[in-house]
């Protein structure tokens, strides 16, 4: 069915029908406008989210990005980055295929619809034209009859009047004659014109206008094919993406199922074990020998003043505490003696690894310029040979730098499982009842440099160590005790703090008083001096009774 058929008569039914389709189509582009706006602005956020989570620099040594369930969050921040480039690609495909097309032949559309409505309007003008004319015709053919028919009366009044002349009557004939000449005239134009505009109007009705409905149903139809076109785009535009959005989801489902639980508490032993041993248990102590041994001297004297240190002591032992008090800054050492044995052999393993890699850059480096100064010696015009001297120079000094710097560290490495191997052994030869291994710091770890020394992790952050024991414990008294027994250090420390004292490796000290539980043991030096030293750094040998 055709609308030049149908419709001939309703033309302004078809205008308003051609014009609301128009309407729709720019409705429709403002709606892929504002869905590309919510697109863009939902990957914008997606982004900003993404970023705000996202560490600022990703590396293999952060401490974090050894735990799966950590990489797993990077990976779905990663995955969810990717879903936003899709969102962003959905967007770009609306403004592209829907908007920027449909928005071209909406203007196309226009200027279609305008000029076959042009067509029309000419056409009616036409018809218009050719009526006037035949109107025209028409009341010229009316007049003249009219005219005719006056003078048709006019001449029987005279030929009948007897005062009349010949002459008048002759005139009066001619006057009739003439208008009815007149009315012959007008009528074959008037109908000359009837049957044009009988003709017009036929190719009016029939012909022309048929043809402009005809090409604006055309139109129309073009238009609702291309609407139609645009509402498929719009879903086949999300799901050309789909795939890629499910593998985005997907991801996130495989890095949630690569998180280990038990890989991370691996993890975070390999990071902080420090090696060494749990502390052993308490010895109890007799305080009835000092009675014993008082009475056996029978000294009432020996007895008070012995009761006096022995006093002294106890109320020492009364007022120390678990040594996990103030913290101070511990001096980060080169060869990361601070840290606990494990740790130590740990870093200095990954120290020695570095640097093994930085020296193999090296020497491709220089092997690389070693080659290319053999090529500008063979062949002078691709290079001056000596203009690489300067770089090769600097090369071989910083391979000379690596290979000093690897050997220092390797000698620490050996030092460090060398003190390992002989930490274990003496914990094998040690007696139980007298065995004390290194106390633990709050975070669970053991401590190399003091016992009261904790680390929070192997992020570069610098160690924090305990107060001295004189912060928590009275000053030493002029009287002197009795020594209990011997203790060896088994490894070197410094003394630094406040009540401390120092001491070198395979040094033999007098024991004073044992570790009460804090992780401090009392010794005395053969000139006098007392102090305290970290009951892991030394091995216990006690007064046989």
Not at 199 to 220: G, I, R, W
Not at 251 to 269: H, P, R
Not at 518 to 526: N, P, Q, Y
Request: aromatic share 8%; hydrophobic share 30%; glycine share 4%.
């Amino acid at each position: 069915m055709e609308w030049g058929s149908e419709l001939w008569d309703q033309y302004d039914i078809i205008d308003r029908q051609t014009q609301w389709g128009i309407d729709l189509i720019e409705k429709y582009v403002k709606f892929v406008k504002d869905r590309t706006e919510i697109e863009q602005s939902y990957a914008k956020q997606l982004r900003t989210l993404v970023k705000k989570y996202s560490p600022k620099r990703v590396t293999k040594e952060d401490q974090e990005m050894k735990f799966s369930q950590y990489q797993a969050f990077i990976n779905i921040l990663n995955e969810l980055n990717d879903y936003a480039g899709q969102r962003e690609i959905i967007a770009e495909n609306l403004i592209q295929n829907i908007f920027a097309q449909l928005l071209k032949y909406l203007h196309e559309n226009k200027q279609e619809r305008k000029m076959h409505l042009l067509e029309g309007r000419k056409a009616q003008q036409n018809l218009e034209a050719s009526f006037k004319q035949l109107d025209y015709a028409k009341k010229r053919f009316e007049r003249d009859c009219k005219e005719a028919e006056k003078a048709m009366q006019n001449a029987e009044r005279v030929d009948n009047d007897i005062n009349a002349t010949k002459a008048d009557v002759e005139k009066a004939k001619q006057q009739a004659n003439l208008r009815n000449h007149m009315v012959e005239e007008s009528k074959n134009e008037y109908a000359s014109q009837l049957q044009k505009y009988n003709k017009d109007q036929n190719q009016f009705y029939f012909v022309e206008m048929p043809h402009v409905f005809n090409k604006l149903q055309e139109m129309d139809e073009n238009r609702i094919r291309k609407l139609c076109e645009a509402y498929k785009m719009f879903a086949d535009t999300e799901r050309q993406v789909m795939p890629i959005i499910g593998k985005c989801l997907d991801g996130m489902t495989k890095a949630a199922e690569s998180v280990n639980e038990s890989g991370d508490s691996q993890v975070l032993i390999e990071a902080h074990k420090s090696g060494f041993e749990r502390p052993g248990d308490l010895e109890f102590e007799d305080y009835s020998q000092m009675i014993n041994r008082t009475s056996s001297e029978n000294s009432i004297g020996s007895l008070k003043s012995e009761s006096k240190a022995d006093h002294r002591t106890i109320g020492k032992s009364k007022t120390k505490r678990w040594p996990f008090g103030k913290k101070n800054k511990l001096i980060v050492s080169e060869d990361f003696s601070h840290l606990p044995p494990e740790q130590r052999r740990k870093k200095l393993q990954q120290k020695i690894e570095d640097l093994n890699k930085e020296l193999q850059k090296q020497v491709d480096q220089s092997e690389a310029l070693d080659k290319m100064k053999d090529v500008y010696q063979r062949n002078p015009q691709m290079g001056d040979p000596n203009s690489l001297e300067p770089r090769i120079t600097e090369t071989n000094q910083q391979i000379d730098r690596l290979r000093s710097e690897i050997q220092k560290y390797e000698i620490w490495l050996a030092d460090a499982e060398a003190k390992l191997v002989s930490r274990n052994d003496s914990f094998v030869q040690y007696t139980p009842h007298c065995e004390r291994s290194p106390s633990l710091n709050n975070n669970g770890s053991h401590d190399k440099e003091s016992p009261d020394t904790t680390y929070s992790d192997d992020s570069g952050q610098e160690p924090l160590v305990q107060p001295s024991p004189v912060s928590e414990f009275d000053d030493f008294e002029d009287d002197l005790a009795n020594p209990i027994g011997s203790s060896t250090a088994l490894y070197p420390f410094d003394g630094n703090s406040e009540g401390t004292i120092p001491m070198a490796e395979g040094e033999v000290l007098q024991l004073i008083e044992e570790d009460k539980g804090d992780g401090w043991t009392r010794v005395r030096r053969s000139d006098g001096e007392e102090g305290y030293v970290p009951t892991s750094y030394v091995k216990i040998t006690l007064n046989r009774k």
